[in-house]
């Protein structure tokens, strides 16, 4: 970048400073004009020299001209003396205190293109410094990302070549690497989750600049996906230059590459782990421990079995499963994405707490009973109708207060489940049935109010109660029997979203 003030203390140009209010703005080019408007045809960046033809009346008009080339985005305005004026007119030098336009005079003795060939020569030497630094600066960070921990090296080093800081932050808006750099005090880590929380909905296509106190943080998406899973966050102690941009850029193009990495690494393990927990659900422990082993190589460790397990199932948007996927995955934990639904594979003491972290993350959580891993199937369906009940006011529920409330609790879990087995026998698996009987007992024998919860005519529900009755050979207008019915569904789970989660049975109508 080449300033106003390098311009204007070349020694052999012999310019006399006027009013510097800005000496580091940055020349694009000089330009000439004894226009009274030259900014149509100025781009911004320009010093801009004038030896004031046609303004020796001027006084007042000082003031729109000074105006109108402080909003072209001119960086100095260079007034020939000793021509047109003597000395640089108050007026104008007013106006640009005003405007806080940079302001110079230009003596009879300097050439308007010896300026010109000044300020090309800095230009040049400008671009072959940038580019020998932009140079050394992608030999630095390619170096870098050859380091066994490529992330953590790759954001130490642009950090130091921007002299600030620099720092990975993942979708929650933490760091997972820094920040690091010589200005990690600079760094304004609540700005930097404003600007992350505002880029997600937006994807890979975002990113963020803000200025202030002479610092500048940048916040852009890492990844080839349209769903970044990471952001860098730069910050510059001073203004932006061409060298930090483009070290900014060569750093993000390398970090997205090591990041992309990761994902497919990831993807492998996560492929390895979905069948492990396949195998557990079929009650294999001994084949998933095989694969959860063959897992470990790709790169990170993988988590053990534990003796006793509670099976969790978590449902919840698209992005909330995959962002508490990842962070389980840290831990590590045994989870994956199965058929919509998060599922993981908890210690049985652990399981209440691993849920409640997922409950944070918006999600809803069904937590299944605490078995033997040759048991896992037995807990993954218990986690199911858990979080069946699960509603917006209570995002959670253990299979514990589904069954062993109540009545269930004093009849014991295998007397309880022969009784419901034997009971619910009659109406095999017939789905219509069951969830109509769960219904009806919900709304304690009211065929209006349960045509209502299903969806459909009263008449419909009131031949599918008749099925009912007829199948078990029992009247549901007897109160024992809706217990003994209510009962029997409550510890089968067989239509947990139809029964009543308040832990009391139904009642007559």
């Given at each position: 970048?080449?300033?106003?003030?390098?311009?204007?203390?070349?020694?052999?140009?012999?310019?006399?400073?006027?009013?510097?209010?800005?000496?580091?703005?940055?020349?694009?080019?000089?330009?000439?004009?004894?226009?009274?408007?030259?900014?149509?045809?100025?781009?911004?960046?320009?010093?801009?020299?004038?030896?004031?033809?046609?303004?020796?009346?001027?006084?007042?008009?000082?003031?729109?001209?000074?105006?109108?080339?402080?909003?072209?985005?001119?960086?100095?305005?260079g007034l020939a003396v000793?021509?047109?004026?003597?000395?640089?007119?108050?007026?104008?030098?007013?106006?640009?205190?005003?405007?806080?336009?940079?302001?110079?005079?230009?003596?009879?003795?300097?050439?308007?293109?010896?300026?010109?060939?000044?300020?090309?020569?800095?230009?040049?030497?400008?671009?072959?410094?940038?580019?020998?630094?932009?140079?050394?600066?992608?030999?630095?960070?390619?170096?870098?990302?050859?380091?066994?921990?490529?992330?953590?090296?790759?954001?130490?080093?642009?950090?130091?070549?921007?002299?600030?800081?620099?720092?990975?932050?993942?979708?929650?808006?933490?760091?997972?690497?820094?920040?690091?750099?010589?200005?990690?005090?600079?760094?304004?880590?609540?700005?930097?989750?404003?600007?992350?929380?505002?880029?997600?909905?937006?994807?890979?296509?975002?990113?963020?600049?803000?200025?202030?106190?002479?610092?500048?943080?940048?916040?852009?998406?890492?990844?080839?996906?349209?769903?970044?899973?990471?952001?860098?966050?730069?910050?510059?102690?001073?203004?932006?230059?061409?060298?930090?941009?483009?070290?900014?850029?060569?750093?993000?193009?390398?970090?997205?590459?090591?990041?992309?990495?990761?994902?497919?690494?990831?993807?492998?393990?996560?492929?390895?782990?979905?069948?492990?927990?396949?195998?557990?659900?079929?009650?294999?422990?001994?084949?998933?421990?095989?694969?959860?082993?063959?897992?470990?190589?790709?790169?990170?460790?993988?988590?053990?079995?534990?003796?006793?397990?509670?099976?969790?199932?978590?449902?919840?948007?698209?992005?909330?499963?995959?962002?508490?996927?990842?962070?389980?995955?840290?831990?590590?934990?045994?989870?994956?994405?199965?058929?919509?639904e998060l599922v993981v594979?908890?210690?049985?003491?652990?399981a209440t707490g691993i849920?409640?972290?997922?409950?944070?993350?918006?999600?809803?959580?069904?937590?299944?009973?605490?078995?033997?891993?040759?048991?896992?199937?037995?807990?993954?369906?218990?986690?199911?109708?858990?979080?069946?009940?699960?509603?917006?006011?209570?995002?959670?529920?253990?299979?514990?207060?589904?069954?062993?409330?109540?009545?269930?609790?004093?009849?014991?879990?295998?007397?309880?489940?022969?009784?419901?087995?034997?009971?619910?026998?009659?109406?095999?698996?017939?789905?219509?049935?069951?969830?109509?009987?769960?219904?009806?007992?919900?709304?304690?024998?009211?065929?209006?109010?349960?045509?209502?919860?299903?969806?459909?005519?009263?008449?419909?529900?009131?031949?599918?109660?008749?099925?009912?009755?007829?199948?078990?050979?029992?009247?549901?207008?007897?109160?024992?029997?809706?217990?003994?019915?209510?009962?029997?569904?409550?510890?089968?789970?067989?239509?947990?979203?139809?029964?009543?989660?308040?832990?009391?049975?139904?009642?007559?109508?």
């Open positions: 970048m080449v300033s106003v003030a390098e311009l204007v203390g070349r020694p052999e140009l012999a310019l006399e400073a006027l009013h510097i209010p800005d000496p580091g703005a940055s020349v694009r080019w000089v330009a000439t004009s004894e226009l009274a408007d030259p900014t149509p045809y100025l781009e911004g960046g320009e010093v801009l020299l004038t030896t004031g033809l046609g303004t020796e009346p001027w006084d007042a008009e000082w003031d729109a001209y000074v105006a109108r080339l402080a909003q072209a985005g001119t960086r100095a305005l000793g021509l047109t004026h003597r000395a640089a007119p108050p007026a104008l030098v007013t106006a640009c205190r005003r405007e806080g336009l940079n302001l110079f005079a230009v003596p009879r003795a300097t050439r308007f293109v010896a300026v010109s060939h000044s300020a090309a020569e800095l230009l040049q030497a400008e671009r072959e410094s940038l580019t020998l630094r932009s140079f050394d600066a992608q030999q630095a960070l390619t170096g870098a990302a050859l380091d066994p921990d490529g992330l953590t090296a790759l954001t130490t080093r642009l950090a130091e070549l921007v002299g600030g800081a620099a720092a990975l932050i993942g979708r929650d808006g933490s760091p997972s690497h820094g920040p690091y750099g010589p200005a990690v005090r600079e760094f304004d880590l609540p700005l930097v989750r404003q600007q992350v929380a505002r880029m997600l909905p937006r994807g890979r296509h975002a990113a963020a600049s803000s200025t202030g106190r002479d610092i500048v943080t940048v916040v852009r998406p890492l990844g080839l996906h349209a769903r970044p899973e990471a952001w860098l966050a730069t910050v510059v102690p001073h203004r932006l230059d061409d060298h930090d941009r483009a070290a900014m850029s060569t750093a993000g193009t390398l970090l997205g590459l090591a990041l992309e990495q990761q994902r497919e690494q990831r993807r492998t393990g996560r492929q390895l782990r979905t069948r492990a927990i396949e195998l557990l659900l079929a009650d294999e422990p001994r084949t998933a421990r095989i694969v959860l082993g063959a897992a470990t190589t790709v790169g990170h460790s993988e988590p053990t079995l534990p003796r006793r397990l509670r099976i969790l199932r978590a449902t919840g948007s698209d992005d909330a499963r995959q962002d508490a996927l990842t962070v389980l995955e840290s831990e590590p934990l045994l989870a994956t994405v199965h058929d919509d594979v908890a210690a049985a003491a652990s849920a409640a972290s997922l409950v944070g993350r918006d999600l809803r959580v069904g937590i299944g009973r605490s078995v033997t891993t040759d048991q896992a199937s037995a807990s993954h369906a218990a986690a199911g109708h858990a979080l069946a009940t699960t509603t917006a006011a209570a995002p959670m529920c253990t299979w514990d207060d589904l069954a062993n409330t109540g009545v269930v609790g004093f009849l014991g879990r295998e007397a309880a489940s022969a009784f419901a087995t034997s009971f619910l026998a009659p109406l095999g698996d017939d789905r219509i049935l069951l969830q109509t009987l769960g219904a009806f007992l919900r709304e304690h024998g009211s065929r209006g109010e349960t045509a209502a919860r299903l969806g459909v005519h009263r008449n419909t529900v009131r031949n599918r109660v008749e099925q009912i009755e007829a199948r078990l050979r029992r009247s549901l207008d007897d109160p024992q029997v809706r217990v003994d019915a209510w009962v029997a569904l409550r510890v089968t789970g067989a239509v947990g979203t139809d029964l009543s989660a308040s832990g009391e049975p139904p009642t007559s109508a």
